[in-house]
């Protein structure tokens, strides 16, 4: 069985910088894509990052790109978003999402297995 744990978030000001971190159990991340999203109150799901652990490709959403990175530690089976210059519409609960796939998508549809969410809050 897939599983997903999201740690991490927090309350952040605005310029300030914040990891998430995605416990993964049930697969092996070779395998699969890893998806970042983000909800925030009112709004639909957004996605954030996706990375392939088969080629270490990412894709990055243009209200994030050269601020948030993600990264991966295959001994510990977990998924990073590192977020610098954080902004208040950052705000959200972010989740990471996982799909047994060699494409990367932004689509939340495309994914099968979801984490529970993390809160972060950035203070303007």
């Known amino acids: 069985e897939v599983q997903l744990v999201e740690s991490g978030g927090s309350l952040v000001q605005a310029g300030g910088s914040l990891r998430v971190s995605c416990a993964a159990s049930?697969?092996?991340?070779?395998?699969?894509?890893i998806g970042w999203f983000r909800q925030a109150p009112g709004k639909e799901r957004e996605g954030v990052t996706c990375m392939l652990r088969n080629d270490g490709s990412t894709l990055y959403a243009d209200s994030v790109k050269g601020r948030f990175t993600t990264s991966s530690d295959n001994a510990k089976n977990t998924v990073y978003l590192q977020m610098n210059s954080l902004k208040p519409e950052d705000t959200a609960v972010y989740y990471c999402a996982a799909v047994a796939s060699v494409m990367c998508t932004l689509a939340p549809g495309f994914y099968d297995d979801w984490g529970q969410g993390t809160q972060v809050t950035v203070s303007s």
């Open positions: 049930g697969f092996t991340f070779e395998d699969y894509a």
